[in-house]
């Protein structure tokens, strides 16, 4: 594949905010027509990211073109091909929805009659109809939401940037969010999906990168991720958790891998390249007096993945990195 036929191509990118380097030479390459997330908690770098490939910052070092096209020779070029759905709301609540979409109609030069047309056209395709001539801060979380990439796509871009699309959004309102990301990549559209959710990444996205403290650490498909850290993933529940930490210790000499201890006192996980071995770990459990209320074998998750490739769940990262700048 050449250079121009890639949605995004990245090499060796950096950028530092005085001391702190953010982005520490990242290699990234999205092909046309696919979701590609960038999976990393706050701090990680995904969103300073986002702006150098949208033109908004300038980097320090490396390369970085959109549809082969370089951010910073060709910006012009590239504005004319991208739209950015930032993480929080970029409309105007104190006109209505309606009134928002026609605006925005008007300034990328619609005449009046076609930025009305228009403006109907997404408010019925984001449900949003029945409230498009309330004000917007009127609307709730999702319906702002959902109005921002609304106004993202009154002129159809080929690249779209959605930074933590959904973050703070309850579940109804994400799975729209969801449908709509769907919606895009249907009609044609390449997105660039940043998240701090496991599950939106492994619903939406055909590629994950998963970027931590500005480094690219992995990169390839829900399963292939799934599949870099084992076999399966064990967990298991005790009755007492007086005696998890001696269930810990048990299973790490079974096992030979390391044990993560849950948030639940009672229960603790470990991957596992031997199915054949949970079996005799278990025996181990009850020789011991251990008891098991319950256990289950599966494939491992997109946080058991991160917890494998970092050391930490992506939620304690989150807390760990929110000094740092991105």
Known sequence: MTKAEYAIEVMDLRKSYGDNEVLKGIHLRVERGQVFALLGPNGAGKTTAIRILATLLRFDSGTARVFGHDVVAEAELVRSRISLTGQFAAVDEELTGRENLIMIARLLGHSRPAARNRAS??????????AADRQVKTFSGGMRRRLDIAASIVVTPDLIFLDEPTTGLDPRSRNQ???IVRALVADGTTVLLTTQYLEEADQL??????????KIIAEGTSRELKASVGDGSLHIRLRDPKRRHEAE????????????????????S????DAQAVGQTLIKLAHAGIEVSDFSLGQPSLDEVFLALTG???????????????
């Open 121 to 130: 056209e997404l408010l019925a395709a984001f449900d949003l109809s029945d």
């Open 177 to 179: 969010v969801w449908d």
């Open 312 to 326: 930490q769940p992506l939620e304690d990262e989150s807390i760990a990195a929110k000094e740092h700048v991105a």
């Open 205 to 214: 996205a055909d590629r994950i990168a998963v970027i931590d403290h500005g």
């Open 270 to 273: 470990a991957q596992v390249s």
């Open 249 to 268: 210790r048990l299973l790490a000499q079974t096992l030979d891998v390391s044990v993560h201890l849950e948030s639940d006192p009672t229960a603790l």
